[in-house]
Nanobody
């Protein structure tokens, strides 16, 4: 089992950047595929990006491609989400999640970190 704690959220102006971190404890994060999700006010939680165990394969949702980059440092048990050229519609709570493989659902979730992008 793994515990996940997100950090790095905050208030930023449109066009700005933020880097979110997801620190894992318990089982080593290298055992898991990792993902980031976003939940905007009044909306369902949506996929943002994910990354394979080694970090060699990443995927981002279409609206984030070219702006958001997911990465991981398994030695630090941490996963990152670099967000550039932020837009007001990027506002929401960002969650980190872990799953044992790409064939199963995400089983472990953090508490989330709030990102607010002002226009």
């Amino acid at each position: 089992q793994v515990q996940l704690v997100e950090s790095g959220g905050g208030l930023v102006q449109a066009g700005g950047s933020l880097t979110l971190s997801c620190a894992a404890s318990g089982r080593t994060v290298s055992s898991y595929y990792m993902g980031w999700f976003r939940q905007a006010p009044g909306e369902e939680r949506k996929f943002v990006a994910d990354i394979s165990r080694s970090g060699g394969s990443t995927y981002a949702a279409d609206s984030m491609k070219g702006r958001f980059t997911i990465s991981r440092d398994n030695a630090k048990n941490t996963v990152y989400l670099q967000m550039n050229t932020l837009k007001p519609e990027d506002t929401g709570v960002y969650y980190c999640a872990a799953r044992a493989s790409s064939l199963v659902q995400y089983a472990y979730w953090g508490q989330g970190t709030q990102v607010t992008v002002s226009s």
